[in-house]
T-cell receptor, first 116, second 114 residues
Framework: GEDVEQSLFLSVREGDSSVINCTYT??????LYWYKQEPGAGLQLLTY?????DMKQDQRLTVLLNKKDKHLSLRIADTQTGDSAIYFC????????????????FGTGTQLKVEL | EPEVTQTPSHQVTQMGQEVILRCVPI?????FYWYRQILGQKVEFLVS????????KSEIFDDQFSVERPDGSNFTLKIRSTKLEDSAMYFC????????????FGPGTRLTVT
């Protein structure tokens, strides 16, 4: 089945850029997402990219997609203490789309710690 | 901004008891989902629901689980006879329509089975 993997932890200094990486196995992935989860809170949709795109920028967030290597990254520019959270990569494959369910397959999550 | 809401935020129940987790999806959304996250593990898909029927379900979603949209606003997940391993955070999500890919999640219900 589909699998999505992420590194577990990332620590950066405030003001630096953060890069969170994700790899996936489903070659039919159509949409790839980044969600943010703050302590005790739900999953907040940050951004997403369609599989025919290489890059998407949204204010401080830049998503890069390397479809050949099945690698997705999220870059957060000028990282702030409020960015400390767990970041989840997720994907929907073609099977998910055509099956009508649109189920998301999530990665393990990367805990981002921003230090002063 | 409209959001998905879930109640209760925390539910404690004894093994073997039935629980109902409630969700109010965003009002003009048509597709509804339940996911769960066991502590320290990945968020896992349970079930998707559209047009008053299940459109897809995972292996986790066995006969102990059921979903319902009892009225125009609520979407519920029922676990008939809870087991210890059902302890998890349960997230509801909704999506607007076929042409939109974004799923919006609620804050979750933490279910603790003792």
């Amino acid at each position: 089945g589909e699998d999505v993997e992420q590194s577990l932890f990332l620590s950066v200094r405030e003001g630096d850029s953060s890069v969170i990486n994700c790899t996936y196995t489903d070659s039919s992935s159509t949409y790839l997402y980044w969600y943010k989860q703050e302590p005790g809170a739900g999953l907040q949709l940050l951004t997403y990219i369609f599989s025919n795109m290489d890059m998407k920028q949204d204010q401080r967030l830049t998503v890069l997609l390397n479809k050949k290597d099945k690698h997705l990254s999220l870059r957060i520019a000028d990282t702030q203490t409020g960015d400390s959270a767990i970041y989840f990569c997720a994907e929907i494959g073609l099977l998910g789309l055509t099956g009508g369910g649109n189920k998301l397959t999530f990665g393990t999550g990367t805990q981002l710690k921003v230090e002063l | 901004e409209p959001e998905v809401t879930q109640t209760p935020s925390h539910q404690v129940t004894q093994m073997g008891q039935e629980v109902i987790l409630r969700c109010v999806p965003i009002s003009n959304h048509l597709y509804f989902y339940w996911y769960r996250q066991i502590l320290g593990q990945k968020v896992e898909f349970l079930v998707s629901f559209y047009n008053n029927e299940i459109s897809e379900k995972s292996e986790i979603f066995d006969d102990q689980f059921s979903v319902e949209r009892p009225d125009g606003s609520n979407f519920t997940l029922k676990i008939r006879s809870t087991k210890l391993e059902d302890s998890a955070m349960y997230f509801c999500a909704s999506r607007k329509d076929r042409g939109q890919s974004e799923q919006y999640f609620g804050p979750g219900t933490r279910l603790t089975v003792t």
